[in-house]
């Protein structure tokens, strides 16, 4: 794998989880990565984004406030941590490096194996 | 927020057919169109990116056009493989954007 996730389970609402995206093949000071999630029998949707250099985060609605991107250079990894996990979020999250080179293009070529999350009491 | 409006969403078709899937934006995105091949258990799959161009390593039977608001994707001699979910997506310069709701190919 390219990029390999770990970090998912069953967690309760109001709880926090944080998801790993590692890589051994790509420079990640390079590259952005996005999350994009799938919920269950539901389509695929678009959750953060954060350029190379970091300057630039971005976040869908329904999670801004709640889901942070960070990544570690020295471990090659890609993390989201999410706080205040709503039922809503259950689903598979899969982290993709966006196919830009030291720039943002927005479509994203490599992705990850995705992770399950389970929001759930 | 721009919609991106996927039809049909179940299209019934042979090995061997050609199919066309539509995305239409409800606003003009000019090329910023993407799509993607998402199966059952994997990841998705970067088909064409730019609203025609095809990835490296996709096959040439897919093929994309449009601009503005209205995207097809054409898969020609259906294979076993391709039987699976279709997604449109739009992206600017800052972000990726909305998915379609998704256009899954079944086998007739």
Same mark, same amino acid.
């Given at each position: 794998e390219q990029l390999l996730q770990s970090g998912g389970g069953v967690v309760q609402p109001g709880k926090s989880l944080r998801l790993s995206c590692v890589t051994s093949t790509y420079n990640i000071n390079l590259y952005g990565f996005h999350w994009v999630r799938q919920a269950p029998g539901r389509g695929l949707e678009w959750v953060a984004t954060r350029s190379d250099n970091g300057m630039n985060e971005y976040y869908a609605d329904?999670?801004?406030?709640?889901?942070?991107?960070?990544?570690?250079i020295f471990k090659s990894m890609i993390y989201l941590q999410m706080n205040s996990l709503r039922p809503e979020d259950t689903g598979v999250y899969y982290c993709a490096r966006d196919s830009g080179r030291q720039i943002l293009l927005n479509y994203l070529d490599v992705w990850g194996q995705g992770s399950l999350v389970t929001v759930s009491s | 927020d721009i919609q991106m409006?996927?039809? %049909?969403?179940? +299209?019934?078709?042979s090995v061997g057919d050609r199919v066309t899937i539509t995305c239409r934006a409800s606003q003009n995105i000019n090329r910023g169109l993407a799509w993607y091949q998402k199966s059952p258990g994997k990841a998705p799959k970067l088909l064409i990116?730019?609203?025609s161009d095809l990835e490296d390593g996709v096959s040439s039977r897919f093929s994309a056009s449009g601009s503005g608001t209205e995207f097809t994707l054409t898969?020609?001699? +259906?294979? %076993? *493989? *391709?039987? $699976? $979910?279709y997604y449109c997506q739009h992206y600017n310069e800052d972000r990726p954007q909305m998915f379609g709701q998704g256009t899954k190919v079944e086998i007739k």
């Open positions: 329904s999670v801004k406030g709640r889901f942070t991107m960070s990544k570690d | 409006t996927q039809s %049909p969403s179940t +299209l019934s078709a990116y730019e609203a898969i020609r001699s +259906l294979q %076993p *493989d *391709d039987f $699976t $979910t």
